[in-house]
C-alpha cells in the first residue's frame, strides 16, 4: 500500500514528520503511526484559523448545528419505538435479520439460524455495530455501516477526518480491518454564505479522504445535499470471508475488557465552545479549571478522534478478542449493553476503571447532565471495547502502544451473569492526561 | 422470491389488490405489477389523512423541510467546484477512480485501465449513477450508491416508498437488478412533537421496507438522527459479476433513446402545496388549470415515483441496452450530459420529445423557473434513460407495458456528435394522462 501525501494545504508538514518519525527511537513505525503522528503536529501547529481563510474571525464551524456529533442521535428507548415494526422476521430472506435497530439493542436469539446459502456465520442486521449480509456468492459477506452526524469540532480538516475513522470504526469493531468502499454523505449549510461554503466543504472533503488513504481505502461515491445544519457521514463497506469477521458474541467468564481511547469528547468539545459562546457556562467552567485546561482536553480530544481503531481491530486477530464494539452515540454503558446483550454465554460485563481525558470528569460533575460518570455521554469516533481473554489483554494493549503511540486500558472484567451491565461502586477514574507534552509524546517529538 | 405483505395499516387492500389482478384479463403479472397495482389503489383510496391518526388537520409533512426532494441537491456547477479534489488520481489504487462528483459529470478517458484484480470491467467512481468498485474476490464487483433527501410529499408512507424506489434506481441504472443490501438514512425533525415523530417516522420506515420487499431486498441498517428538516435516504449495494453490470459506454450512432417515467414530478409536488400554503401561486395556477387537474398529476407523480425501476433494468438485458442513467435530481439534460459524456463512441444525444404528467408543461410556462422545458427541473425517482438498439426499442417498451403496465417513450436518437445533448429546436411535448381513470388503467381494475 502507498501512501498519499496527507496535507495538502501545507506540504512541509509531511517533511517534518517524515523527519521526526526517523529520529523516534528506532522502533519500526506503521503508516498508520505516521498519520498519528501527522494528526499530532496538525493539531499543535496548524488549526484552522478562519481570518488566514479571509473568513469572518468570528466563523466557527460548530455554530452551523444545535447537536454535536454523535450527541445527535435519537435516544436510544425513542429509537428502539420508531423502528420496532422492522423486527419483524424477514418475509424473503429467511436468513437475514432485519431488527434495523440502527445501532441500538438486539436481545440474544434472534440471530442464531445459520444461512440459507450455506455460509458458516448467520446474518446479523444492524442490533451492533455493521450489519452482516451473506451474499450469493459462497463463502463471502458484505459487512456495511452507515453513519453521519454534525460537526463537534471547529477545524473542518480535522472534521472530516474525524467523520471517516467514526464510520470505520463499525467495521474494525468487527474485526474487518480493509475497507472496501467508502460513500460519503454531505450537506453544505444553507446559512453558509458561498465563500464559506466554497471554503469549509473542500476542506471537510480532503480531511475525509486523507484519512480514508490512511485506512487503506478510498472515497468512490456519495450524495451532497443543502440542509439548514452541516452533516457530513459514510458509508464503509467490505466484502470479506469469515476468518475476517469476530463476531461480537463470544465473551466468556473470565475475560477482560479493554478501552482504547479515553472517553470525554463530548464534554471536552461542549466546555471548549462554552468559552466563547456561552458566559455563564464558562463561568462555571473557569471555576473549576483554567481555560487552558479545557483547550487541553478539547485538542487531546480531537487527537483520540481522528486515529483510526483499525490497528485495535488487527490486533484483535492476534490477541484472539471472543467480541468488540466501538463506543459512540449511546455511551460506554450503552455500547456495552448492546453487546452484552449479544453474547452466547449469560455474562456480565462489570465495569471498574472510567480513563476519562483529564478534567473532564470534573467538569462533568458540575454538569451532571452529560451522565459522563454513569456511562450515559456520547462519544464521538470513540475507542473499541475489546472482550479479550485475561492472559492476552497486556499483551494487545502494548502492542497497540508499539503501534499507535497511545494508551489503552483495562476497564473491567467478564463475569457470569445475565447479560447486564454492572456499574461498580467503586468506580475508579483514570485522568488520561491532555497536556501538550502528551501530545508530543504520541508524534515522537 | 416469497412476496410479504404490503399494507400492514390496511390488510383488506390485500385481498383486494389479488382480487383484481385475477380479473385483469389473463396477463401473467409479475409480482412487480402486482405492486404497482397495490401503489395505484393505495393513492386512490388511502392517503395519509392526519386526522384519522389523532394528528391536527393542518399536519403536511412537507412542512418539515424548505427543499423538496432531489430538488435539494446542491446544483452540478456548485458541486463540481467543492468535490474537485476528489477528482486526483488514486494514490494507492491505481484501479479506482475516485472522482468523487456525486453523480456529477465525468469525462470519458478517466475510467479507461483495467483493473490490477484481473477483473474485466474497469472501476468507475461516481460519476454516474452508481459506483463499481473491483473487489479482492476475483470476477467481483461492488456496486453501490447512496441517496437522501427531504419530504416531496406528505403520505408518510408513499414517501418511504418513493425515497426507497430512487436509492435503488441508482443500481438499476447499471443494468444490476438484485439489490444485497439497503441501510436506511433517516432524521426526524426538531419540530416533530413526540406525538407526530411517533406517527411519522414508522410509517416512512414502513413504505422504505415494504418497497424494499417488493425489490426483493431488505434493510440490514442504517443511522437515525435529529435534525431542523425530516430527512430519508439510503444505500443501496450489490455484489455481482461481470455480466450483471451494463456499463453506462456503449452507445452507437443509430441508437434511440427510451425514458421509462414521465417528467414534471417536481412542478407537480410544488403546484399541489401551493394550492393549500401559498395564495399567491396557488392564484396564478388556478388561471391556468383546475384545483383536481392538479391534485391529479400530483397522484400520478406519486404513482410514478414508487415505481421500482427494476423491470426497466431487467428488460435492459433482454433487449440488449448499451448504456442507461436514471434521471433525477439533475434534470433530464443533466443526466443525459452525464451519460452522453461517459460514451466510448462519438456520440450526440438528441431529444426531440418530452412526456410530461399533464398539464405541467402549462404550468410550468407560468412558472419557468423550475426549467422544466429545458430538461432542468429536478426529478425524484424518476424513469432510466436507456440507450437501445433501434430495432429493439419497440419491443422494450411493449415489454415494459405489459410487466408495469406503464408506458414508456422514444423521446431521441443518438447520431454522431462530440458528447454533447442536443435540445431539438422542435421539441414535442407528450402529455402523460393523468387523470383517475389513467390510474385504474394502471392497476387493471
Given at each position: 500500500?502507498l501512501?498519499?501525501?496527507?496535507?495538502?494545504?501545507?506540504?512541509?508538514?509531511?517533511?517534518?514528520?517524515?523527519?521526526?518519525?526517523?529520529?523516534?527511537?528506532?522502533?519500526?513505525?506503521?503508516?498508520?503511526?505516521?498519520?498519528?503522528?501527522?494528526?499530532?503536529?496538525?493539531?499543535k501547529?496548524?488549526?484552522?484559523?478562519?481570518?488566514?481563510?479571509?473568513l469572518?474571525?468570528s466563523?466557527?464551524?460548530?455554530n452551523?448545528?444545535?447537536?454535536?456529533?454523535?450527541?445527535?442521535?435519537?435516544?436510544?428507548?425513542?429509537?428502539?419505538?420508531?423502528?420496532?415494526?422492522?423486527?419483524?422476521?424477514?418475509?424473503?430472506?429467511?436468513n437475514?435479520?432485519?431488527?434495523?435497530?440502527?445501532?441500538?439493542?438486539?436481545?440474544?436469539?434472534?440471530?442464531?439460524?445459520?444461512?440459507?446459502?450455506?455460509?458458516?456465520?448467520?446474518?446479523?442486521?444492524?442490533?451492533?455495530?455493521?450489519?452482516?449480509?451473506?451474499?450469493?456468492?459462497?463463502?463471502?459477506?458484505l459487512?456495511?455501516?452507515?453513519?453521519?452526524?454534525?460537526?463537534?469540532?471547529d477545524?473542518?480538516?480535522?472534521m472530516?477526518?474525524?467523520?471517516?475513522?467514526?464510520?470505520?470504526?463499525?467495521?474494525?469493531?468487527?474485526?474487518?480491518?480493509?475497507?472496501?468502499?467508502?460513500?460519503?454523505?454531505?450537506?453544505?449549510?444553507?446559512?453558509?454564505?458561498?465563500?464559506?461554503?466554497?471554503?469549509?466543504?473542500?476542506?471537510?472533503?480532503?480531511g475525509?479522504?486523507?484519512?480514508?488513504a490512511?485506512?487503506?481505502?478510498?472515497?468512490?461515491?456519495?450524495?451532497?445535499?443543502?440542509?439548514?445544519?452541516?452533516?457530513?457521514g459514510g458509508?464503509?463497506?467490505?466484502?470479506?470471508?469469515?476468518?475476517?469477521?469476530?463476531?461480537?458474541e463470544?465473551?466468556?467468564?473470565?475475560?477482560?475488557?479493554?478501552?482504547?481511547?479515553?472517553?470525554?469528547?463530548?464534554?471536552?468539545?461542549?466546555?471548549?465552545?462554552?468559552?466563547?459562546?456561552?458566559?455563564?457556562?464558562?463561568?462555571?467552567?473557569?471555576?473549576?479549571?483554567?481555560?487552558?485546561?479545557?483547550?487541553?482536553?478539547?485538542?487531546?480530544?480531537?487527537?483520540?478522534?481522528t486515529?483510526?481503531?483499525?490497528?485495535?481491530?488487527?490486533?484483535?486477530?492476534?490477541?484472539?478478542?471472543?467480541?468488540?464494539?466501538?463506543?459512540?452515540?449511546?455511551?460506554?454503558?450503552?455500547?456495552?449493553?448492546?453487546?452484552?446483550?449479544?453474547?452466547?454465554?449469560?455474562?456480565?460485563?462489570?465495569?471498574?476503571?472510567?480513563?476519562?481525558?483529564?478534567?473532564?470528569?470534573?467538569?462533568?460533575?458540575?454538569?451532571?447532565?452529560?451522565?459522563?460518570l454513569?456511562?450515559?455521554?456520547?462519544?464521538?469516533?470513540?475507542?473499541?471495547?475489546?472482550?479479550?481473554?485475561?492472559?492476552?489483554?497486556a499483551?494487545?494493549?502494548?502492542e497497540?502502544r508499539?503501534?499507535?503511540?497511545t494508551?489503552?486500558?483495562?476497564?473491567?472484567?467478564?463475569?457470569?451473569?445475565?447479560?447486564?451491565?454492572v456499574?461498580?461502586?467503586?468506580?475508579r477514574v483514570?485522568?488520561?492526561?491532555?497536556?501538550?507534552?502528551?501530545?508530543?509524546?504520541?508524534?515522537?517529538?
Amino acid at each position: 500500500m502507498l501512501r498519499s501525501p496527507l496535507f495538502h494545504t501545507d506540504p512541509e508538514l509531511s517533511h517534518t514528520c517524515a523527519y521526526l518519525s526517523e529520529s523516534s527511537g528506532g522502533l519500526t513505525l506503521t503508516p498508520d503511526r505516521m498519520n498519528s503522528d501527522h494528526n499530532a503536529v496538525y493539531i499543535k501547529t496548524n488549526l484552522f484559523d478562519p481570518i488566514k481563510y479571509g473568513l469572518d474571525a468570528s466563523f466557527r464551524l460548530t455554530n452551523f448545528t444545535e447537536l454535536k456529533g454523535c450527541g445527535c442521535k435519537v435516544p436510544r428507548d425513542q429509537l428502539l419505538k420508531l423502528l420496532e415494526n422492522l423486527n419483524e422476521a424477514p418475509a424473503d430472506r429467511g436468513n437475514s435479520h432485519q431488527n434495523g435497530q440502527h445501532n441500538g439493542a438486539k436481545q440474544r436469539g434472534t440471530n442464531g439460524e445459520k444461512s440459507a446459502y450455506d455460509s458458516s456465520l448467520s446474518a446479523i442486521g444492524v442490533g451492533l455495530d455493521s450489519c452482516l449480509i451473506p451474499l450469493r456468492h459462497k463463502g463471502l459477506y458484505l459487512v456495511q455501516t452507515t453513519d453521519f452526524f454534525y460537526p463537534l469540532v471547529d477545524d473542518p480538516y480535522l472534521m472530516g477526518k474525524i467523520t471517516c475513522a467514526n464510520v470505520l470504526s463499525d467495521i474494525y469493531a468487527m474485526g474487518v480491518t480493509d475497507c472496501d468502499n467508502l460513500l460519503m454523505i454531505l450537506a453544505t449549510s444553507q446559512k453558509f454564505t458561498p465563500k464559506e461554503r466554497d471554503i469549509i466543504m473542500p476542506l471537510i472533503i480532503q480531511g475525509f479522504k486523507d484519512c480514508a488513504a490512511e485506512a487503506g481505502t478510498s472515497v468512490n461515491g456519495g450524495q451532497t445535499v443543502i440542509n439548514p445544519w452541516v452533516t457530513i457521514g459514510g458509508t464503509a463497506s467490505a466484502v470479506v470471508r469469515s476468518e475476517d469477521v469476530i463476531m461480537p458474541e463470544d465473551a466468556e467468564i473470565g475475560d477482560v475488557l479493554v478501552l482504547t481511547k479515553p472517553l470525554g469528547t463530548q464534554i471536552a468539545v461542549n466546555a471548549h465552545q462554552w468559552l466563547t459562546t456561552n458566559p455563564e457556562r464558562a463561568e462555571k467552567v473557569r471555576a473549576i479549571v483554567p481555560d487552558e485546561s479545557i483547550r487541553q482536553a478539547y485538542r487531546r480530544a480531537m487527537y483520540s478522534m481522528t486515529r483510526l481503531n483499525r490497528n485495535a481491530a488487527r490486533l484483535m486477530h492476534q490477541f484472539s478478542a471472543h467480541a468488540a464494539t466501538d463506543v459512540t452515540g449511546f455511551g460506554l454503558f450503552g455500547h456495552a449493553e448492546n453487546l452484552v446483550r449479544n453474547q452466547h454465554n449469560s455474562v456480565n460485563f462489570v465495569i471498574h476503571n472510567l480513563p476519562i481525558i483529564a478534567n473532564m470528569a470534573v467538569v462533568s460533575r458540575t454538569f451532571p447532565g452529560f451522565g459522563l460518570l454513569q456511562g450515559n455521554s456520547a462519544e464521538s469516533s470513540g475507542g473499541l471495547l475489546v472482550c479479550l481473554p485475561r492472559d492476552r489483554a497486556a499483551g494487545y494493549i502494548e502492542e497497540l502502544r508499539r503501534l499507535d503511540g497511545t494508551p489503552a486500558w483495562i476497564i473491567g472484567t467478564v463475569e457470569e451473569g445475565d447479560r447486564r451491565v454492572v456499574w461498580s461502586e467503586k468506580m475508579r477514574v483514570i485522568e488520561v492526561p491532555s497536556g501538550d507534552e502528551d501530545l508530543t509524546a504520541f508524534c515522537g517529538i
